[in-house]
């Protein structure tokens, strides 16, 4: 059996213990254009209910943050759209005088 490792700060949300879930290296570019391996461990609460909330508030957040990129873009779009609008308007005026 694998030995758990815990950290060295308890949980800010229920201040039970935290453990290092898993840990695992990636390769990240680097600016030389070579690769540096970089170490992350993932850290759960030892505490099931408050990790099963944890990991319920990350994915609304995740959500959330999807759901406002989203609605920036459309703003974006709409804000494109009606300066073209503008920008046609004005000259047709224009034309007319
Ligand atoms: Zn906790």
Redesign the pocket.
Known sequence: MKTMQYTAN?????????FIARTWKEKVPTYSGKFTEVEYSQIE???R???A??EKKQADETKKKEAIRVKREENEATRKANSLLQANKARSQKSRI
């Open positions: 308890p949980c800010e949300r229920c201040g039970g213990k935290k609460c030892t505490n209910e408050c990790q909330e944890f």
